[in-house]
């Protein structure tokens, strides 16, 4: 494992009644065991082995979490965050795909089209994982700041789409969600009538968007701009409320992801992006 700054706690098959067991890391900012009296904001992260560790991490890669916190911190004197990172399972798939979507497309057009899911939907019993179990043990265990505008969800692919779904579903849980390089094709145009009704009142959030231009990302864009659509149609604020951001030359990997990930961070813990990366926005 490479150096990591900060504490990082790792829970070995955490245990869960509506999914299966998986590994859980938390990483503290590093003056957190010197500042009793300090609660921070809490950042869960889909896909939490490929955050910190590149022997555990897809193709040898890992996001280098923990340094980009540090860095923010050290740079700007940015806000300290906790980051939970939650390992996958076989089921990623099964529990990363939003159920209601999918249901909704169902009713419209019953004829046998758009996804199957062997195994079943297991986003919805994921997420009650993820608000009812493992936030209720990270805040009883940590100093965080509880309250909704300090709770944040993120992941990239299949991750950024059950990040956006956790938003929806619960909006009086997470303040802001980052999804990066989203696979919209798992959901089709289900996706767009599924945010026309599901969408937090804007205002009371913060959302990221990013997608590249290369592999798998080569097929995001019109479907980024359909759902960038409907966002702004539902009265948010680009800048304020959501961000959306295309990366030319950028690929579907944990490399370029590493590359990019202190942008969503930033946004979510502080409402702005640096400087270098604004006149990107779509």
């Not at 089921?91 to 199957?116: A, H, M, W």
């Not at 993120?154 to 956790?166: C, P, Q, R």
């Amino acid at each position: 494992m490479s150096y990591i700054p900060g504490t990082l706690d790792h829970y070995s098959d955490y245990p869960s009644k509506y999914v299966d067991a998986r590994h859980i890391d938390v990483w503290l900012p590093p003056l957190y065991p010197d500042r009793s009296d300090s609660r921070y904001p809490v950042i869960f992260m889909q896909d939490g082995q490929n955050l910190f560790n590149p022997e555990t991490a897809f193709i040898g890669v890992d996001w280098g979490i923990s340094q980009i916190m540090f860095d923010l911190i050290s740079e700007d004197n940015s806000q300290a965050a906790i980051i939970v990172g939650i390992w996958n399972t076989p089921n990623r798939f099964q529990e990363y795909i939003p159920v209601k979507p999918l249901l909704d497309q169902k009713k419209r057009c019953p004829e046998p089209s758009g996804v199957t899911v062997a195994g079943g939907l297991l986003a919805d019993h994921y997420l009650k994982f993820v608000v009812d179990e493992l936030k209720t043990f990270i805040d009883g265990r940590y100093r965080t700041l509880k309250e909704q505008c300090s709770t944040f969800i993120m992941g990239s692919s299949m991750g950024a789409l059950i990040s956006l779904y956790a938003l929806c579903e619960y909006p009086e849980i997470f303040g802001g969600a980052a999804c990066l390089s989203t696979h919209w094709p798992s959901l089709g145009k289900a996706i767009y009538a599924y945010l026309e009704r599901a969408l937090p009142p804007p205002g009371t959030c913060r959302l990221y968007f990013d997608h590249g231009t290369e592999t798998l990302d080569r097929d995001y864009e019109s479907y980024q701009r359909q759902v960038d659509a409907v966002i702004e149609q539902s009265g948010y604020v680009k800048g304020r409320d959501w961000i959306s951001l295309k990366f030319p030359g950028a690929d579907h990997s944990e490399r370029s992801w590493r590359q990019r990930a202190h942008i969503p961070i930033r946004y979510l813990l502080k409402g702005k992006l640096p400087a270098a990366v604004t006149a990107g926005t779509q």
